[in-house]
């Protein structure tokens, strides 16, 4: 087995690896839900009871010279469905020891081809959940989101297990057409839009439950929606994340036109993933639009900023496999 072949199976061992760790963080994240439903059904029977023990601390005094020991009121107890639980930290933990190995195994795939590795549908769908990871895992550092911890391991598994199961080939050469530094920057601003929309996704399906679960406050369901944002600011940040996204991927388009011309002489063909990319395009700034200058806040902006994601999705899985055109070369 050469080195190229030797890499590459590397490479395969890693993702799976690193799927079997997002397995793992995918239980963490549904576990903590579960947990924070617990903590607001006991924090809901703890108010309910007809007395409360404050918290309460044993402190040593002194009176005529006397030690003396008494309870001291510290004040009320620390709301429990408020902090992250051990089920957190775990996935968090977990997310971090897959994207590790996620990372490896697009680094040795490229390697392997001794170029950046997104020249194919496999190798696209391998960068592509990684940056997504990423942008989770970063964005943290902005705003605790967490909670959409069970949403980014279970996309990433999905996405991660057809690429491998359907689109996986062997490292071979770049067609003429992508042989061009525009790949690089074409294509990864692109995967980099993606994945923030992913996260705006995920923040509008949060939304839209949220939505749901305020409009029933004695139905008793969804309890761990309680230790999350309110609808309102689910979907401001939905919308601050998908704006992220947006530019992006107006960038995307912009490139791709310059891409075009300098591979086939013009700007614009109306081939089919042009046409889609536009799409994607005129979804999400349909979505800007209507929330700035229409009024379209709550569960109608979520429902535009999911359709949106629909067709990205659409545009990653349909088009580019079975959609004949001039990109056709870069699905398979």
């Given at each position: 087995?050469?080195?190229?072949?030797?890499?590459?199976?590397?490479?395969?061992?890693?993702?799976?690896?690193?799927?079997?760790?997002?397995?793992?963080?995918?239980?963490?994240?549904?576990?903590?839900?579960?947990?924070?439903?617990?903590?607001?059904a006991a924090g809901?029977?703890?108010?309910?009871?007809?007395?409360?023990?404050?918290?309460?601390?044993?402190?040593?005094?002194?009176?005529?010279?006397?030690?003396?020991?008494?309870?001291?009121?510290?004040?009320?107890?620390?709301?429990?469905t408020k902090r992250?639980?051990?089920?957190?930290?775990?996935?968090?933990?977990?997310?971090i020891l897959g994207?590790?190995?996620?990372?490896?195994?697009?680094?040795?795939?490229?390697?392997?081809?001794?170029?950046?590795?997104?020249?194919?549908?496999?190798?696209?769908?391998?960068?592509?959940?990684?940056?997504?990871?990423?942008?989770?895992?970063?964005?943290?550092?902005?705003?605790?989101?967490?909670?959409?911890?069970?949403?980014?391991?279970?996309?990433?598994?999905?996405?991660?297990?057809?690429?491998?199961?359907?689109?996986?080939?062997?490292?071979?050469?770049?067609?003429?057409?992508?042989?061009?530094?525009?790949?690089?920057?074409?294509?990864?601003?692109?995967?980099?839009?993606?994945?923030?929309?992913?996260?705006?996704?995920?923040?509008?399906?949060?939304?839209?439950?949220?939505?749901?679960?305020?409009?029933?406050?004695?139905?008793?369901?969804?309890?761990?929606?309680?230790?999350?944002?309110?609808?309102?600011?689910?979907?401001?940040?939905?919308?601050?994340?998908?704006?992220?996204?947006?530019?992006?991927?107006?960038?995307?388009?912009?490139?791709?036109?310059?891409?075009?011309?300098?591979?086939?002489?013009?700007?614009?063909?109306?081939?089919?993933?042009?046409?889609?990319?536009?799409?994607?395009?005129?979804?999400?700034?349909?979505?800007?639009?209507?929330?700035?200058?229409?009024?379209?806040?709550?569960?109608?902006?979520?429902?535009?900023?999911?359709?949106?994601?629909?067709?990205?999705?659409?545009?990653?899985?349909?088009?580019?496999?079975?959609?004949?055109?001039?990109?056709?070369?870069?699905?398979?």
């Amino acid at each position: 087995m050469n080195m190229t072949a030797t890499l590459a199976s590397y490479s395969v061992v890693l993702t799976y690896s690193a799927m079997a760790v997002y397995v793992i963080a995918f239980i963490a994240f549904a576990l903590d839900m579960a947990k924070r439903a617990g903590n607001v059904a006991a924090g809901e029977s703890a108010a309910a009871a007809p007395a409360v023990a404050a918290t309460a601390e044993t402190v040593a005094t002194v009176r005529g010279g006397t030690v003396v020991l008494e309870k001291v009121d510290t004040g009320a107890p620390a709301d429990p469905t408020k902090r992250g639980t051990k089920f957190e930290r775990v996935g968090m933990a977990m997310m971090i020891l897959g994207v590790i190995l996620h990372i490896g195994a697009v680094v040795l795939r490229g390697i392997a081809a001794d170029r950046v590795p997104w020249g194919n549908m496999f190798e696209f769908s391998l960068t592509g959940t990684a940056l997504i990871v990423l942008i989770f895992l970063g964005v943290q550092l902005w705003q605790n989101l967490k909670f959409l911890g069970v949403f980014i391991s279970g996309l990433t598994l999905i996405l991660l297990g057809v690429a491998t199961v359907n689109y996986y080939v062997p490292v071979v050469p770049l067609v003429a057409a992508l042989q061009s530094y525009w790949l690089v920057i074409h294509v990864f601003v692109a995967i980099a839009g993606t994945g923030f929309f992913a996260l705006g996704a995920g923040l509008a399906v949060s939304q839209l439950v949220q939505t749901y679960r305020q409009g029933r406050p004695a139905s008793g369901k969804l309890r761990f929606m309680e230790t999350l944002p309110d609808a309102d600011r689910l979907e401001v940040l939905s919308y601050r994340v998908i704006l992220v996204g947006f530019v992006l991927w107006t960038f995307t388009l912009i490139a791709g036109a310059i891409w075009a011309e300098r591979a086939w002489g013009r700007y614009w063909g109306w081939d089919t993933k042009e046409v889609w990319t536009f799409i994607i395009w005129t979804l999400y700034a349909g979505y800007i639009h209507a929330r700035a200058t229409r009024g379209w806040r709550g569960a109608r902006s979520s429902w535009l900023a999911l359709i949106g994601f629909g067709a990205v999705m659409f545009n990653f899985s349909v088009v580019n496999v079975f959609f004949k055109g001039l990109h056709s070369y870069s699905g398979l």
